[in-house]
């Protein structure tokens, strides 16, 4: 469906229509799919709606009515015209069909000119290879369309042009590949009922036949098949045609494809379809009524889309209160309210689809020592980004686990907290209990795991020794005084946080040996001495097992604090 009305329906003789239809299993069988991963491998629902705003308030009811009876992660077609390229706010829809469990179909779009789209300008599939792959797509495969209906003028600078279209085809396939593997690139979907009658409008095979003549192989190129299966003519015919121009036109269209050398298995996504009703902003009796066009709909989705071939079915369309897709929208001019067909599909039994994601998960910060004192325990904070696709914690629990390796540690699983959930680029940190044995050395890897299924970024891997405790001595001289024997402050940062604790030197400088178990071997802390009326003096200090000297020099004094107290400096 163009944006613009069509002039000419063509109704193709049933006993051709018969004889595709019958030899449609053959399409079916198994094949291998040239794309990141073949969409009907996994539990897929195919219920779909087609949109004209990216907002919630079309995501909404459309997630309540492809996810509805069973359903999870239906799908959702819209287009971005190439002045609208903004990560951000693209960013923010993709989020949110993230959160709704919607899977998105984009359709690639230039610029519309007075009645009709531009052609795309010189290397602008660079321009849309680059905007595509900085986004966060909700699931791995990026289903991208590339334009529409490019056998009519208006859809293509005013002017047929298969060959162009094929240049422009070959070449953003190539530029999205190049960006990432994960782009699953489809065909502009093609209006079967176009006639040939040059420079408005190609008949579809025609077109086809042109595209690959300009570039051969062309269509063994695409992921998958689009097509534009509308119930035509007039967009009123029976749910049980077959052939070219009805519903069942992809059969037709995958035995096209075959005569241009196609082998492989293509899924089916039809994108557009559906039928016109007499209720819109105007009456138009000459239109079946919107309950006869739900039942259409039941009988097609029940029959002609029951195709174990078709990804998805995108009906046009959600919502469209203007002229001339009125009579297609599910919606009423009216209120909020929704013609018959929304509920009819909304009743519709549907599969919980389950989509492959990028589990992916970065650590920012935090580490587990590589050394520590035997017998005792540590918490470690360990915070980890989510750099993947999945919203952490939305359908299963996520968690940090330890391999075997960390049983002698006594590292248990920490769970993130139920109903707390992570969205991508944002963190969440974990906190692990860690016990030191009273020897040994030991390797363990670090995994997070969304339910049972691992994640896919690599573990966090650490080895760690057990070792005896650091020993300190310390020591100082004073200013103005033979002895410095007294207490002091001794202040420590370090990995394991901040401590103080009081410390007494003898009269030859030193203190007695002091068991730091607190501080790690091999590991670099900052130690202050303090003591009245003298200036505090730091050094930095790596320690290691046994008998380390923390040798602070001579203390300052602190002349201000003196002056401001000099009663009690002279009497200590």
């Known amino acids: 469906m163009r944006f613009l009305s069509k002039n000419t329906q063509t109704l193709i003789t049933s006993c051709i229509s ?40 079309e995501s909404s009811p459309a997630a309540s009515l492809v996810n509805s009876s069973g359903g999870d992660w239906g799908y959702i077609t819209f287009l971005i015209e190439s002045k609208d390229r903004n990560e951000s706010k693209w960013q923010e829809f993709f989020n949110d069909l993230r959160r709704r469990h919607l899977i998105p179909i984009v359709r690639l779009a230039t610029k519309p000119v007075n009645e009709y789209w531009e052609v795309p300008y010189e290397k602008e599939y660079e321009a849309w290879a680059d905007f595509l792959d900085n986004l966060n797509w909700p699931v791995k495969n990026r289903y991208v369309v590339i334009y529409n209906e490019p056998n009519h003028a208006k859809e293509w600078g005013n002017f047929v042009d298969a060959k162009s279209y094929a240049k422009v085809l070959d070449q953003t396939i190539t530029a999205l590949k190049s960006k990432n ?72 269209e995958l035995q096209q494809l075959r005569k241009f050398g196609v082998t492989k298995t293509l899924p089916v996504f039809i994108t557009e379809t559906g039928w016109k009703h007499a209720e819109g902003l105007k009456l138009d009796p000459s239109l079946p009524d919107a309950g006869t066009v739900a039942s259409y709909y039941l009988q097609a989705f029940q029959s002609a889309w029951n195709n174990p071939q078709i990804v998805a079915v995108t009906p046009f369309l959600l919502s469209y209160l203007q002229s001339p897709f009125d009579h297609f929208s599910f919606k009423k001019p009216e209120g909020n309210e929704y013609y018959p067909v929304y509920q009819t599909l909304a009743n519709l039994t549907k599969q919980a689809g389950k989509p492959i994601q990028d589990i992916l998960a970065k650590l920012t910060k935090g580490e587990v020592y590589s050394s520590i004192v035997a017998g005792e325990t540590y918490s470690i904070s360990l915070t980890f980004k989510n750099t ?10 996520v968690s940090l686990r330890a391999d075997t390796g960390a049983k002698e540690l006594g590292i248990d699983p920490v769970e993130i907290a139920r109903g707390m959930k992570i969205e991508p680029g944002q963190e969440y940190e974990f906190k ?5 044995p009273l020897s040994g050395i030991y390797k363990v890897s670090l995994n997070l795991f969304d339910g049972e299924k691992q994640f896919n970024s690599k ?88 008998e380390n000297i923390l040798d602070f020099g001579t203390l300052k004094p602190d002349i201000l604090a003196i002056l401001l107290n000099l009663p009690a400096f002279w009497k200590l």
């Open 459 to 546: 573990p966090v891997e650490f080895t760690t020794e057990v070792k005896s405790p650091v020993i300190l001595r310390v020591k100082t001289a004073l200013t103005w005084k033979k002895s410095p024997a007294g207490n002091y402050y001794l202040t420590v940062k370090g990995p394991t946080g901040d401590s103080m604790q009081l410390v007494n030197i003898n009269s030859e400088g030193g203190s007695n040996k002091i068991e730091a178990r607190y501080l790690l071997p091999d590991y670099t802390f900052e130690f202050s001495l303090e003591r009245k009326f003298y200036k505090p003096k730091s050094i930095n200090l790596k320690v290691y097992a046994g």
């Open 18 to 57: 018969a004889i595709l239809f019958v030899i449609a299993p053959n399409i079916t069988q198994s094949q291998e799919v040239f794309a990141i991963y073949d969409p009907l491998s996994a539990p897929n629902n195919k219920y779909g709606i087609h949109i004209i705003q990216a907002t919630p308030d």
């Open 181 to 252: 593997r994960d782009f699953f690139v489809l065909n502009a979907g093609l209006d079967s009922a176009a006639p040939s009658k040059l420079p408005q409008y190609e008949d579809q095979f025609k077109f086809m036949e042109l595209m690959n003549e300009e570039v051969p192989g062309i269509f063994n190129k695409l992921d998958g098949w689009v097509s534009h299966s509308y119930p035509n003519p007039g967009f009123v015919g029976s749910p049980d045609a077959t052939g070219r121009g009805s519903v069942r036109g992809y059969i037709w």
């Open 388 to 397: 993947g696709q999945p919203i952490w914690n939305d359908s299963s629990i």
């Open 432 to 436: 692990i209990n860690l016990r030191a």
